[in-house]
Nanobody, 128 residues
Framework: QLQLVESGGGEVQPGGSLRLSCTASGFTLDAYAIGWFRQAPGKERERVSCITKNSDSTNYADSVKGRFTISRDNGKNMVYLQMNSLKPEDTAVYSC?????????????????????WGQGTQVTVSS
């Protein structure tokens, strides 16, 4: 079965860190740009970060810039989201998405449901 699987979520205190992982089952990620998204209850899904297939380009939402870092290891078929200095407002379900594309600039890449693959998500809760 072809799917994306996220892991690494959990509950952490404000100021803490988590590292999320995204891996593929049944295919390799090296031909895909990867995006991380989050959705909090009652809010719209927010694009958090993106990385191109060769790591040429990354981008971040203003809300996480300077705190989150996206990276990938194509040899391990993994993409990571390192989240530092977590805030209560970072609480959400975090999902990864894989978009097949040859574009090398994240700002030019859209992640659209129905194109590529989307994971089910992992819960991140930041609370004291």
């Amino acid at each position: 079965q072809l799917q994306l699987v996220e892991s690494g979520g959990g509950e952490v205190q404000p100021g803490g860190s988590l590292r999320l992982s995204c891996t593929a089952s049944g295919f390799t990620l090296d031909a895909y740009a990867i995006g991380w998204f989050r959705q909090a209850p009652g809010k719209e899904r927010e694009r958090v970060s993106c990385i191109t297939k060769n790591s040429d380009s990354t981008n971040y939402a203003d809300s996480v810039k300077g705190r989150f870092t996206i990276s990938r290891d194509n040899g391990k078929n993994m993409v990571y989201l390192q989240m530092n200095s977590l805030k209560p407002e970072d609480t959400a379900v975090y999902s990864c998405a894989a978009r097949p594309t040859s574009r090398s600039i994240c700002g030019q890449i859209s992640f659209i449901p129905g194109i590529g693959y989307w994971g089910q998500g992992t819960q991140v809760t930041v609370s004291s």
